[in-house]
């Protein structure tokens, strides 16, 4: 168990460990997205610290949970979900648990330990060291070759940004997700992420899609654009691309958040779409330039989506989708949740309409919806209700009045009171409204509907 896990050359990593910034690139690519262990060390010791800790602990992993201990570090794993008082990674500790089955599950805690939480449910002593060990056994390997130097040029040569959470551009909706959050975002397009996310929706939804659901989810995309929301999801085929393309055609930005490196725009279907994203807003990833996009990696940047925005809408998906983790990791975090309601008999809205039944989602039908679901009710809410109908803005006695009213042949102000069961004085006010209204006249010695 004492020896070492890798082989470090003499002259070290090959780059300059104690920089802050390639110390955290480096993170990006030792730890897969999500890893709450990784996000605690580098949380509580900082992104130098912890690489320092790692390389020590890999030449010597039986003393790596010793180690941690000596320098602190043991107390940030109280943490990690499922072993502390907080709510951990998974959002919330009063948030709703799992929403939909396997399809929708969020992150997970790897290793040996992660279903035994010491007393009282935090970490003991060796528990953290189990951790520990396990976590620098999944690390070890990659930092043979570990080049975060390189894969910031890359980076350059797209004309990218490289983003840390002490960025002032760093979104703050992240927090939320606590050890669980991004260790460093690599983004193409333009990095100020805290501004377009200041007002956001997520619209997500499956691959395959139908006729029914692209149509409504341009017609949402389109409509949240043009008031002024940046629109966002997942960059894939299917109900993800027409959010996008809804945005772009409205002049407005959008995100889009991929599971691989932004050097590599994927699907490849969908490169046109994506470089004119870069352009009008930003494609964003958590794993460094040349990374390969993956199930797991595609299921862990959901969770970016979900904390990113205001509010998600769930426009098409079966219960199997992988969109229904975006709905999940919404509901943990306590973000407002939506669903389109489909025909009952499809399939591929049989997701949208569990999410509605459970009453984990309010219904969203248009834009408006979608806008008000977020905290935004602007002056076109009521027309969600309907067309405006005659005698809609009449009291009561006003539309009592306005039913009695005969259409063709005029009728005395006392045959019209006892139709509309109203005093006739009453009835004579209502009548004089209606007329400044132009809802009816005098004609022949009696009143009708104008």
């Known amino acids: 168990m004492g020896e070492p896990l890798f082989d470090l050359?003499?002259?070290?990593?090959?780059?300059?460990?104690?920089?802050?910034?390639l110390a955290r690139a480096a993170w990006s690519r030792i730890a897969e997205p999500g890893d709450p262990v990784a996000g605690a060390l580098v949380g509580n010791l900082g992104p130098v610290a912890?690489?320092?800790?790692?390389v020590d602990a890999a030449r010597s992993p039986d003393r790596a949970g010793a180690a941690l201990r000596r320098i602190?570090?043991?107390?940030?794993?109280?943490?990690?979900?499922?072993?502390?008082?907080?709510?951990?990674a998974g959002g919330r500790a009063d948030a709703p648990g799992r929403l939909l089955g396997p399809a929708a599950e969020g992150p997970v805690t790897e290793g040996p330990a992660a279903a035994r939480p010491g007393p009282g449910g935090g970490t003991s002593g060796a528990r953290a060291a189990d951790l520990v060990v396990a976590a620098v056994r999944r690390w070890a390997p990659r930092l043979e070759r570990l080049d975060p130097e390189g894969e910031l040029t890359v980076l350059g040569r797209y004309g990218g940004t490289f983003l840390t959470p002490d960025d002032p551009r760093w979104p703050a909706g992240f927090a939320d997700l606590g050890v669980g959050g991004p260790l460093a975002l690599w983004v193409r397009g333009d990095p100020d992420l805290s501004r377009l996310a200041e007002r956001s929706v997520s619209l997500v939804g499956s691959r395959a899609c139908t006729d029914y659901g692209i149509r409504v989810t341009r017609t949402l995309a389109c409509g949240l654009a043009d008031r002024g929301f940046t629109v966002v999801s997942g960059g894939a085929n299917g109900i993800d691309a027409e959010a996008h393309r809804g945005a772009l055609v409205s002049g407005s930005p959008t995100v889009a958040f991929l599971a691989g490196g932004v050097d590599r725009l994927y699907p490849a279907s969908n490169t046109d779409l994506l470089r004119r994203t870069v352009e009008q807003g930003a494609v964003v990833s958590e794993v460094p330039p040349g990374s390969v996009p993956g199930k797991q990696r595609f299921l862990k940047r959901n969770r970016l989506i979900a904390s990113l925005t205001s509010g998600t809408v769930v426009v098409e998906a079966s219960v199997r989708s992988g969109a229904l983790s975006t709905a999940n990791h919404a509901a943990r975090l306590l973000r407002p949740l939506g669903a389109v309601p489909g025909p009952v008999t499809s399939m591929a809205s049989a997701g949208c309409h569990e999410l509605l039944r459970r009453g984990a989602a309010v219904c969203v039908t248009d834009a408006a919806e979608a806008a008000e679901l977020v905290g935004d009710v602007g002056e076109s809410a009521p027309e969600r209700r309907g067309e405006t109908r005659l005698?809609?803005?009449?009291d009561a006695a006003g539309r009592a009045v306005l039913d009695a009213l005969p259409?063709?042949?005029?009728?005395?102000?006392r045959s019209i009171a006892r139709a509309a069961g109203l005093a006739l004085g009453d009835t004579t006010g209502a009548l004089g409204l209606l007329e400044l209204m132009g809802l009816a006249e005098q004609r022949d010695g009696g009143w009708r509907r104008r």
Do not use: M, N, Q, S
């Open 9 to 21: 050359p003499r002259t070290g990593l090959g780059f300059d460990a104690d920089d802050p910034v």
């Open 50 to 54: 912890a690489l320092d800790w790692l």
């Open 72 to 88: 602190g570090g043991a107390r940030a794993l109280d943490a990690v979900p499922g072993r502390g008082p907080g709510p951990g």
């Open 391 to 394: 005698g809609d803005h009449l």
């Open 407 to 413: 259409v063709r042949k005029a009728a005395h102000e």
